[in-house]
């Protein structure tokens, strides 16, 4: 009799989760449906707006079908073009004088979605109706091809920027506040960006004799308190003694530059942190602490100085491995981004990394007002919690987010197979890998796969931990466990 009721309870369980995961399907339909509509509104809102306030028609990457009427213009002499590819023409903009094009996530401009298929079919509806011809997309291509007017036209933008400084004035749909732009006011008097760091430890960051060098790098939409809030707290006397401790804000996020006309590579972030941190502190061997995104920079610096590292920690590692045949950038941002609205931590990167409008409207409403949500906050507290998440989460533009998670999330699916037989065949240092088991973002798989790339890589799963407790909260036990990783490897 128990064995019977126990079945039908596990029965009744399994039915209610088939209808729950029906339930989410189904309502994942209609809302990404009706946010597939409403970014395209977006796209046509936001080009008036950007044209009467700032004086430009903006290119954006979800109208690639029409982007060769939009090249040229824009102030300062314009820093949009299109690439002719294999899917159609691509938009991008020129953000130095030496562009990667291997940097450049085709996510950016292929996200299909339920408007674009049935765009596609009423076209093919139409073609089949009147006898006319609709030319089918071409096979994936190798390589880009780039047409003789936009290389003579990208000369002249080279020549232009290479005596151009950087426009400080924020977009009107950034924040202003000094936080913000604290890094513009260095570039307009004549100075050269770098990033934010916080430096700590002996001499407040200076060489001890005796000191060895961290580098903490954050994750997506976060910045350096999320390192300085939380585990810098809870170091010992004898570790800030004898470490220097470097927590950097990226490129675009808390109180790092954030160009306008950068693509936020990952290329562009790893060069920025070697000239802000390693060459400015004269850094020679380090260990690395990464989490989320950063552990896909952790690696990419690793795999640049591969006789520096002496240990590389990542928390949450974001690693997919992709299967044979499928196209890897699109694959991993199905994986990350999964279309649906529960989890809520899946639907708010969906949202970010679907619909380049629905995406740019939340940052206006919340990191542009980033104060005002930080007043509302600590008045509703009394001023009793401390508020170093909403720097967190919201110092940082819509360019910066948007590109960086393409470009470095999504184009690194190319890459971390090569970053981790690099750092298994030609790097010695010690590979912790820390996950939390109820991450609902990026799975604890991630961190099995990764190990099973990198054999003496310890994996330890922190249980009933997030994506993001799996730091905040236990901060203390975290700054033991990465004491004792130094201390064995120093």
């Not at 707290?233 to 927590?247: D, I, M, P, V």
């Not at 995104?293 to 920690?313: M, N, W, Y």
């Not at 949202?351 to 509302?376: G, P, Q």
């Not at 533009?397 to 065949?425: D, F, G, P, Q």
Request: aromatic residues 10%; positive net charge.
């Amino acid at each position: 009799m128990k064995g019977g009721g126990g079945g039908k309870g596990g029965g009744d369980q399994s039915l209610l989760t088939l209808a729950g995961e029906l339930l989410n399907s189904v309502v994942s339909f209609l809302v990404f449906s009706f946010l597939d509509v409403l970014d395209v509104v977006l796209c046509l809102v936001y080009k008036l707006i950007d044209y009467f306030i700032e004086a430009e028609w903006k290119p954006c990457y979800c109208c690639s079908s029409y982007a060769g009427s939009m090249v040229g213009g824009g102030r300062g002499g314009g820093s949009s073009f299109f690439l002719s590819v294999n899917r159609g023409p691509k938009v991008v903009r020129l953000c130095s004088a030496k562009l990667q094009l291997e940097d450049v996530s085709d996510t950016l401009y292929s996200r299909p979605s339920r408007v674009s298929e049935f765009s596609r079919k009423a076209a093919v509806a139409v073609a089949a109706n009147t006898s006319m011809s609709v030319k089918s997309p071409a096979p994936p291509a190798a390589s880009f091809a780039v047409s003789a007017n936009v290389i003579e036209m990208l000369r002249g933008k080279i020549d232009g920027r290479r005596h151009r400084r950087p426009q400080p004035i924020p977009l009107w749909s950034d924040c202003d506040c000094k936080v913000c732009n604290s890094w513009s006011r260095s570039s307009s008097a004549g100075g050269e960006s770098r990033l934010y760091v916080h430096a700590d430890g002996p001499g407040d960051g200076r060489r001890g004799t005796t000191s060895t060098d961290v580098l903490f790098i954050h994750g997506f939409i976060s910045s350096s308190t999320f390192w300085t809030e939380t585990v810098f707290q809870e170091f010992t006397e004898e570790t800030r003694s004898r470490h220097r401790l470097f927590a950097v804000d990226l490129l675009g996020f808390g109180r790092s530059p954030k160009p306008a006309d950068s693509l936020y590579t990952l290329r562009e972030h790893v060069d920025m942190i070697e000239k802000s941190v390693l060459q400015v502190h004269d850094i020679k061997s380090f260990h690395i602490v990464a989490h989320s995104l950063g552990c896909i920079i952790a690696l990419a610096l690793a795999v640049r100085h591969p006789d520096a590292v002496k240990s590389l920690t990542l928390l949450s590692p974001p690693y997919f491995p992709v299967p044979r045949g499928e196209d890897p950038t699109q694959f991993v941002m199905r994986q990350v981004a999964p279309r649906r609205v529960w989890p809520a931590i899946a639907f708010g990167a969906s949202m970010a990394c679907w619909y380049e409008h629905v995406s740019r409207t939340i940052c206006l409403l919340i990191c542009k007002n980033h104060r005002i949500w930080d007043f509302l906050f600590k008045f509703f507290t009394r001023n009793r919690i401390r508020t170093f998440m909403i720097e967190v989460f919201m110092c940082h533009t819509h360019n910066a987010a948007w590109h960086t998670l393409h470009n470095v999330i999504c184009a690194s699916a190319e890459k971390m197979e090569s970053y981790l037989e690099t750092v298994r065949e030609k790097l010695s240092c010690d590979v912790r890998v820390f996950h939390g088991d109820g991450d609902e973002l990026l799975p604890v798989e991630c961190s099995y796969d990764l190990a099973a790339k990198v054999p003496r890589a310890r994996v330890k799963v922190f249980q009933k931990k997030d994506h993001v407790t799996i730091l905040v909260g236990q901060q203390r036990a975290f700054a033991r466990e990465l004491e004792q990783i130094w201390r064995d490897n120093d």
